[in-house]
């Protein structure tokens, strides 16, 4: 295992830990879009809703304004595709912070710092920009 799935991994090891001071970790979850497939299983799963794009890790807790936690793992020079900009974009006009992190640590940090705001989710057209992994800015600002 190398690479953004050993990020991946690295950064729910770390939230299982982490639970005891974080309680609210317990709701994260990945969002399995990649991978190599069949076409059959890759039709069926689209039939079942996959979508291409969706980032692949979420937090669905409210803090600072914002109703929940989107974030895309990159590793190396990976950048977002097109799919996963429209989805940050998207996600981010319905009021859910996002972000592009690069390594678990990173992840990490903004995790910590998203959970450190207030509880509660109207955020009436703010960004509260935050953590090393671009948070809440442009799609195209994370590139």
């Known amino acids: 295992m190398q690479g953004e799935e050993a990020e991946q991994v690295a950064l729910f090891q770390w939230a299982e ?3 005891v001071k ?3 970790l317990e709701l994260m979850y990945h969002v399995p879009n990649e991978g190599k497939r069949s076409p059959v299983t890759g039709a069926r799963m689209k039939r079942a809703g996959l ?5 692949d890790v979420c937090l669905p807790t409210a803090h600072g304004g ?3 936690l989107y974030i895309e793992m990159k590793y190396g ?3 977002p595709t097109e799919s996963q900009k429209k989805w940050l974009r998207a996600l981010r006009a319905q009021g859910h912070m996002t972000a592009v ?3 678990w640590e990173q992840a990490r940090e903004l995790i910590e710092q998203y959970l450190s705001l207030p509880k ?3 955020q009436n057209g703010k960004e509260n920009l935050m953590g ?3 948070a809440s800015r442009s799609a195209e600002e994370q590139e």
């Open 51 to 55: 979508k291409n794009g969706v980032p």
């Open 132 to 134: 090393g992994c671009g």
């Open 101 to 103: 992190c690069y390594s």
């Open 22 to 24: 974080y309680p609210e």
């Open 120 to 122: 509660g989710g109207t």
């Open 77 to 79: 020079k990976n950048k």
């Open 66 to 68: 914002y109703i929940g």
């Open 17 to 19: 830990f982490a639970k």
